[in-house]
């Protein structure tokens, strides 16, 4: 149980364009998601908490505008990268919490290689 | 701010072994902690958590330990084999938030 699927696992775009990364929860509901960011041989660097039915939550630094994320239903979140640069080249991954309490483990999806070019 | 880091970035480990991999947190009101695992190319996979109101907890092959007083954790790897190699990662959460250590990367020697 508690598996989070993430789609894609690798994408290649063109500078200053979109791309959207998509976060579903395969076997359980989240009222909860968050995304997160690693660079090569880093750690995870939380972006954003995203929150079904309202806006997200942004970490401090995160611009909002160029990270859009959408909590649409109980099952999906998705990341929209707008007017990709270079620098936003990075491994993103996103996870959720199998039920409410905040004492539980995240899950995580199999992150999203983003590669700008 | 919270932080919470790793003694040693790197650990060799001959296959058979014991592991252990150090953390240290700097805040005592974090409640809860997990242990992770992440291999190339992959998302982190849980591997165990422990409750503050506990000092030690076994899984398969695994053993966190948490030390309080001075705010330390460790896991434990028995009898350590190749597919153990990975980067490992500790986690502290106090209310929403998840904090990551930079991460110590094991490798087994075959």
């Known amino acids: 149980g508690a598996v989070v699927s993430q789609h894609p696992s690798r994408v290649i775009c063109k500078s200053g364009t979109s791309v959207k990364i998509e976060c579903r929860s395969l076997?359980?509901?989240?009222?909860?998601m968050f995304w997160y960011r690693q660079f090569p041989k880093q750690s995870l660097m939380l972006m954003a908490t995203?929150?079904?039915?309202?806006?997200?939550?942004?970490e401090q630094g995160v611009e909002k505008d160029k990270f859009l994320i959408n909590h649409a239903s109980l099952t999906l979140s998705t990341l929209t990268v707008t007017s990709a640069h270079p620098e936003d080249s990075s491994f993103y991954i996103c996870?959720?919490?199998?039920?409410?309490?905040?004492?539980?483990?995240?899950?995580f999806g199999n992150g999203t290689r983003l590669t700008v070019t | 701010g919270e932080s919470v880091g790793l003694h040693l970035p790197t650990l060799s480990v001959q296959e058979g072994d014991n592991s252990i991999i150090n953390c240290a947190y700097s805040?005592?009101?974090?409640?809860?902690f997990i242990w992770y695992k992440q291999e190339s190319g992959k998302g982190p996979q849980f591997i165990i958590d422990i409750r503050s109101n506990m000092d030690k907890r076994q899984g398969q092959r695994v053993t966190v330990l948490l030390n309080k007083t001075v705010k330390h954790l460790s896991l434990q790897i028995a009898a350590t084999q190749p597919g153990d190699s990975a980067v490992y990662f500790c986690a502290e959460n106090k209310t929403t938030q998840f904090y990551f250590g930079t991460g110590t990367s094991l490798t087994v020697i075959p």
């Open positions: 805040n005592s009101a974090s409640d809860y």
């Open positions: 995203s929150n079904e039915g309202s806006k997200a939550t942004y």
């Open positions: 076997d359980f509901q989240a009222t909860t």
């Open positions: 996870s959720a919490r199998q039920t409410s309490a905040y004492n539980s483990p995240l899950h």
